[in-house]
């Protein structure tokens, strides 16, 4: 099985880094591996780094257009023909969730059944799919951004900024991803697991 990650933000920070889904990814390749899964895993850099690749990361988050998307779905259609068996699970958190989403979307109902997707706290301004191979999670409710709750975001996004700049003035470069916290975005494995699992279950029971 293959797991394709996409992190927050621009999606640059290294997985090693990302201290919000590392320890979950490492938790669903435990799960999968002790029910005889073998599983690899991939991840997705969104963008190159610069002002115009900015630009164009963020016009594809808001739904202007889905290039990155359509050439990941195809890239993962062509791994599929050449590999018939393989099983992909996607995983996507924050803005990589709504990536994840817009991948998702170029493949027709009944036609995904070898493609499954995890979507932790997609943003509040794209409607999630509803499908059955598409497990969206939220906190229960409680993490703001998908809530749409922008005063909580505003003023993450303000310390945020401050976390950054005082870093920069300290002679340390920091991606803005790793200062910018909400409270109730933190998705530890032992948070996710019960839903995960049982939506991982589902999967590969009706695996073909």
């Not at 975001?153 to 916290?181: I, N, P, T």
Request: proline content about 6%.
């Amino acid at each position: 099985m293959l797991v394709v990650v996409n992190l927050g933000g621009w999606g640059r920070v290294p997985v090693e880094a990302a201290r919000d889904l590392s320890p979950a990814l490492a938790g669903m390749h435990r799960w999968l591996r002790a029910r005889g899964k073998q599983t690899a895993q991939v991840v997705c850099r969104r963008g190159d780094v610069g002002p115009h690749a900015d630009l164009s990361i963020l016009t594809e988050m808001a739904g202007f257009h889905h290039t990155r998307a359509r050439e990941l779905a195809l890239a993962l259609c062509r791994l599929r023909r050449a590999r018939p068996g393989l099983r992909i699970l996607m995983v996507g958190l924050s803005n990589g969730a709504t990536f994840t989403d817009q991948v998702m979307d170029q493949f027709a109902p009944g036609d995904d059944h070898w493609i499954f997707a995890v979507e932790i706290a997609p943003p509040f301004w794209r409607s999630t799919l509803c499908r059955p191979n598409v497990l969206r999670l939220d906190n229960e409710g409680l993490d703001p951004l998908p809530a749409g709750e922008l005063g909580v975001l505003v003023g993450a996004s303000v310390f945020g900024l401050f976390q950054y700049a005082l870093a920069r003035v300290r002679g340390r470069v920091l991606r803005f991803e790793e200062v910018f916290h909400v409270p109730g975005h933190d998705y530890s494995w032992p948070v996710l697991a019960a839903d995960v699992t049982a939506f991982l279950d589902r999967q590969l029971l009706a695996q073909p």
